[in-house]
C-alpha cells in the first residue's frame, strides 16, 4: 500500500485508496462485507468511506445499514484505532422535507449538520470521525451557518477533518474563504464523481458532481486540499460486456479515449480498471480513489493498480485522446 496525507501536512496519514462501503449491508451481505474490508486492511488500506444514508433506495433499506455494518466491523476487529473513518450529512432523506429527492434531503442547515453527526457517531459506534463530508449543495440555508456548524464539530472533537462532496468549485471556494475569514475550521476535502472518460456537456445540473478541469486546477493551487473519487470504475462498465456505459459517458468523445485506454492497458500486461485507477492516482493532483466493489476478487484486481506506474508518453496519450 501506497500513503499520503489528507488535507496537507496537519492531516491524518490515509492509504492512497480508499475503500468505499456504499453497499455493504443491503446489497452485498455481511458475510462478504466483512471479508472485503479484511482484505483491505490486510493490503495496509486504511482509509474507508461510509455516509449516513447509504444505501437508502435498496429495497427494504433505511439508509442506516452501511454505517451500522462498518460498526460492527470496526468492533469484531478492534479496528478504530487504525482505521481513518469518513462518512457524510446532507443527503439522508428527511421524510418532513417531502419525497425523496435532494431538495428535500435533511439538508445542511446547523440543526441537520448536528443531529447528522450524533447518529452517525451512534450507527458507528465511536466517538469521532476522521473525516466529515457536507455531501450535497444545499442552498436553502446561509453557506456561513453549514461552515460554522461543521466548525463546532471539529472544535468539540467528534470530527477531525472536514470535506465537501458534489459542490461546484466556486462553492467550495466560498466556504473555504469563509472558514478562514472568521479562523474556522474549512474544507481540506473535496470528494467528486471522476473517472478516466469525461461526461457529455449539457448534462443538468446534478453535474455539480462531477469532476471537472476547474477543481483540478483549484486543487493543484491549494495542497492543503486532498480530492477524492467516487464512480472511478463506473460500476464496472470498463470490464463488462453486461453494463453498458452510463449515459453521461455514451457519446462520440468517448470512443478514442476508451480505445487509448486498452492499448495501454495491453502495453502494460494490466487491466483497463488498474490503468484508470493508476491514472487517477499518479497525475499531476493526485486523486484518492474511493474504490466501489462487492467482492475480494474485484478488490484484489484495484489493489494491483498500486504497483502501476504510466510512463510520460502513456500518461500524455490518455491524457490527450
Known amino acids: 500500500m501506497h500513503y499520503r496525507t489528507l488535507g496537507g501536512d496537519q492531516g491524518p496519514r490515509i492509504s492512497a485508496m480508499c475503500l468505499g462501503t456504499l453497499p455493504f449491508g443491503t446489497t452485498v451481505d455481511e458475510p462478504t462485507s466483512f471479508a472485503v474490508l479484511d482484505r483491505f486492511a490486510e493490503a495496509g488500506g486504511t482509509f474507508v468511506d461510509t455516509a449516513n444514508h447509504f444505501a437508502f433506495w435498496a429495497p427494504g433499506a433505511t439508509g442506516d445499514e452501511s454505517e451500522l455494518l462498518l460498526g460492527r466491523w470496526l468492533r469484531s476487529r478492534r479496528a478504530a484505532g487504525r482505521t481513518v473513518l469518513a462518512t457524510k450529512v446532507g443527503a439522508r432523506p428527511d421524510p418532513a422535507r417531502g419525497a425523496v429527492r435532494s431538495a428535500h434531503a435533511e439538508g445542511l442547515g446547523g440543526p441537520a449538520v448536528r443531529a447528522g453527526i450524533e447518529g452517525s457517531l451512534r450507527r458507528l459506534g465511536t466517538d469521532r470521525v476522521d473525516l466529515y463530508y ?18 463546532r464539530l471539529v472544535q468539540d472533537g467528534t470530527v477531525g477533518t472536514l470535506g465537501a462532496g458534489n459542490h461546484r ?153
Do not use: K
Open 169 to 321: 468549485t466556486w462553492r467550495l471556494a466560498e466556504a473555504r474563504l469563509i472558514a478562514a475569514g472568521r479562523g474556522l475550521p474549512g474544507f481540506r476535502a473535496v470528494q467528486q464523481r471522476h473517472t478516466y472518460l469525461r461526461p457529455r456537456r449539457g448534462l443538468p445540473s446534478d453535474l455539480r458532481g462531477e469532476a471537472d478541469e476547474e477543481l483540478l486546477d483549484y486543487a493543484a493551487a491549494h495542497p492543503d486540499l486532498t480530492p477524492t473519487g467516487y464512480g472511478t470504475l463506473m460500476g464496472g462498465a470498463y470490464s463488462r460486456a453486461d453494463r453498458p456505459l452510463p449515459e453521461r459517458y455514451d457519446h462520440p468523445g468517448s470512443v478514442a479515449r476508451l480505445r487509448v485506454l486498452a492499448e495501454v492497458a495491453a502495453e502494460c500486461g494490466a487491466t483497463v480498471n488498474q490503468v484508470v485507477l493508476a491514472w487517477l492516482m499518479g497525475g499531476p493532483v493526485p486523486v484518492v480513489p474511493v474504490l466501489g466493489v462487492s467482492s475480494v476478487a474485484q478488490l484484489d484486481e484495484c489493489l494491483a493498480a498500486l504497483a502501476l506506474r504510466l510512463d510520460p508518453v502513456q500518461r500524455a496519450r490518455l491524457d490527450t485522446a
Open 134 to 151: 457536507a455531501h450535497l449543495e444545499d442552498r436553502s440555508v446561509p453557506l456561513y451557518e453549514t461552515v460554522e456548524a461543521l466548525a
